[in-house]
T-cell receptor
Framework: GAVVSQHPSRVICKSGTSVKIECRSL??????MFWYRQFPKKSLMLMAT?????????EQGVEKDKFLINHASLTLSTLTVTSAHPEDSSFYIC?????????????FGPGTRLTVT | AQSVTQPDIHITVSEGASLELRCNYS??????LFWYVQSPGQGLQLLLK??????LVQGIKGFEAEFKRSQSSFNLRKPSVHWSDAAEYFC??????????FGGGTRLMVKP
């Protein structure tokens, strides 16, 4: 149980275009979803937290107009990288939390490798 | 603010040897502690977690961790390492706001 998927697993896009990454909780309802960014050989950096039906809360230094997050349902959150640039190339990982007694545990997706050329 | 320190960036052990990965945290209240493992190009897999109760926690793949409040530590151990354990290991602390703070990670390499 508690499986989280991400799509696509890899994407290559040209500079200036936008890319959407989907994060789905497959067998549970996720009241909260998180988006992380991971640079090579580095730890995970939290970008934003989103609750279903609410606006995402962005961490300091993360451009909300560049990284658009939508959490339209209890099983789906999307991250759209707008007007992507090579410096946006990274590994993006989402996680989902069920809430309630399990709210302290996050279930992670397999990640999406974004390369901007 | 909460923080997590993993003092060892890289660790190399021989297959069959014991392993201990260190994790120290800073958090004002009772911490919720996690260990995750990440294989190259993959997401994170939960190894074990501590919320309350017994301070020695058993996880998957033969791993265990011990919560020591007096030392603010949550070290991960395994009595006999397998080559398939080579990966990146992350310690994390969670708060009541459901947010995780990760340590910098420890890369484990296993010698045959």
């Amino acid at each position: 149980g508690a499986v989280v998927s991400q799509h696509p697993s890899r994407v290559i896009c040209k500079s200036g275009t936008s890319v959407k990454i989907e994060c789905r909780s497959l067998d549970f309802q996720a009241t909260t979803m998180f988006w992380y960014r991971q640079f090579p050989k580095k730890s995970l950096m939290l970008m934003a937290t989103s609750n279903e039906g609410s606006k995402a809360t962005y961490e300091q230094g993360v451009e909300k107009d560049k990284f658009l997050i939508n959490h339209a349902s209890l099983t789906l959150s999307t991250l759209t990288v707008t007007s992507a640039h090579p410096e946006d190339s990274s590994f993006y990982i989402c996680s989902a939390s069920q809430g309630g007694l399990s709210s302290y545990e996050q279930y992670f997706g397999p990640g999406t490798r974004l390369t901007v050329t | 603010a909460q923080s997590v320190t993993q003092p060892d960036i890289h660790i190399t052990v021989s297959e069959g040897a014991s392993l201990e990965l260190r994790c120290n945290y800073s958090y004002g209240a009772t911490p919720y502690l996690f260990w995750y493992v990440q294989s190259p190009g993959q997401g994170l897999q939960l190894l074990l977690k501590y919320f309350s109760g017994d301070t020695l926690v058993q996880g998957i793949k033969g791993f265990e961790a011990e919560f020591k409040r007096s030392q603010s530590s949550f070290n991960l151990r395994k009595p006999s390492v397998h080559w398939s354990d080579a990966a990146e290991y992350f310690c994390a602390v969670g708060n009541a706001g459901n947010m995780l703070t990760f340590g910098g990670g420890t890369r484990l390499m296993v010698k045959p």
